[in-house]
């Protein structure tokens, strides 16, 4: 059973910082890398980072430089730090494995997500 829980977000101002977390089910985490995509009003959703297992890290060129994923092995957690957000940034944040070979989620089943809004 796919177990995603992600939290972390909220209402901030433009120019500020966010820090999302994900807690994974232990087989999920430990087998795959994974990713943190997002979805806005209207639009599609799309892959933002993602980490392999190893911590190897790739991201959408609309957030490259200001955001960073990072994983703990230990605790079957994946992290998103968001610095210098901007109001394009306003999304539905989720994460799931990731498919380095698709390029997409690795499961069907989401999380619930956890809402990130930008604006003054």
């Known amino acids: 059973q796919v177990q995603l829980v992600e939290s972390g977000g909220g209402l901030v101002q433009p120019g500020g910082s966010l820090r999302l977390s994900c807690i994974v089910s232990?087989?999920?985490?430990?087998?795959?890398?994974m990713g943190w995509y997002r979805q806005a009003p209207g639009k599609q959703r799309e892959l933002v980072a993602a980490?392999?297992?190893?911590?190897?890290?790739n991201y959408a060129d609309s957030v490259k430089g200001r955001f960073a994923v990072s994983r703990d092995n230990t605790k079957n957690t994946v992290a998103l730090q968001m610095n210098s957000l901007k109001p394009e940034d306003t999304a539905v944040y989720y994460c799931?494995?990731?498919?380095?070979?698709?390029?997409?989620?690795?499961?069907?089943?989401w999380g619930q997500g956890t809402q990130v809004t930008v604006s003054s």
């Open positions: 799931n494995a990731h498919s380095y070979l698709t390029g997409w989620a690795l499961y069907d089943d």
């Open positions: 980490i392999t297992r190893g911590g190897r890290t």
């Open positions: 232990g087989s999920i985490f430990s087998s795959n890398a």
